[in-house]
């Protein structure tokens, strides 16, 4: 049971290049998340899915696309990546989408963005 | 919506004093409470949490954490703190109700023990 996992764990990007960011859960969790870390601003929700086949925007949506595929997937883009996108992005998921329930993190992906 | 407020950036102690970390939260709804911890270069915890029931809430490695409704504050504390508590520390709530469980996080407070 590995639980949440992330890939990959580090990039550089150039300004205009694009990249996915796989989450991978095998907790047969019916919502994930993603999130990016700022210093001095916490984390902040970018997307998130209720369900395969779902998504829905966050806080901070704008430059960002998702897909849900599989329910065990959660794929974050970046079409055109700029210097702004440059942060630690998370993952993470719940079992049933429960305000009560705990989320479960990945390890983290390290964008940066020149 | 909600927000949180953590006023402390950046705490340091030395091993053994006492810890207290602010934490408060605007919502007019019900809300449920997170502590999570992030130690350096790994993802988050959950340290502890409450969405009911007795308002001191107990957690893992000795911290705790007490609801007060009428101050919307959720103060984590500890009372004589290790080196290895050195972590990044986030105070979270979901809104009760159809939230889908979405988090909103403070700013995070970074605390540094010296032994």
């Known amino acids: 049971n590995a639980g949440v996992t992330q890939t990959p764990k580090f990039r550089v990007l150039k300004t205009g290049q694009s990249m996915t960011l796989l989450c991978a859960q095998d907790?047969?969790?019916?919502?994930m998340y993603w999130y990016r870390q700022d210093p001095g601003m916490g984390l902040r929700l970018i997307h998130y899915?209720?369900?395969?086949?779902?998504?829905a925007k966050g806080e901070v949506p704008d430059g960002y696309n998702v897909s849900r595929l599989k329910k065990q997937n959660f794929l974050l883009g970046l079409e055109s990546a700029a210097p702004s996108q440059t942060s630690v992005y998370f993952c993470?998921?719940?079992?049933?989408?429960?305000?009560?329930?705990?989320?479960?993190f990945g390890p983290g992906t390290r964008l940066t963005v020149l | 919506a909600q927000s949180v407020s953590q006023h402390n950036h950046h705490v340091i102690l030395s091993e053994a004093a006492s810890l207290e970390l602010g934490c408060n939260y605007s919502?007019?709804?019900?809300?449920?409470l997170f502590w999570y911890v992030q130690y350096p270069g790994q993802h988050l915890q959950l340290l502890l949490k409450?969405?009911?029931?007795?308002?001191l809430v107990k957690g893992i490695k000795g911290f705790e954490a007490e609801f007060i409704k009428s101050k919307f504050s959720f103060n984590l504390r500890k009372p004589s703190v290790q080196w290895s508590d050195t972590a990044e520390y986030f105070c979270?709530?979901?809104?009760?109700?159809?939230?889908?469980?979405?988090?909103?996080f403070g700013q995070g407070t970074i605390l540094t023990v010296h032994p």
């Open positions: 993470a998921s719940i079992l049933r989408g429960l305000s009560t329930d705990t989320q479960y």
């Open positions: 907790m047969n969790h019916e919502y």
């Open positions: 899915s209720v369900g395969e086949g779902t998504t």
């Open positions: 919502y007019g709804g019900t809300v449920n």
């Open positions: 409450y969405f009911s029931g007795d308002p």
């Open positions: 979270a709530v979901t809104a009760g109700g159809t939230s889908y469980g979405k988090l909103t």
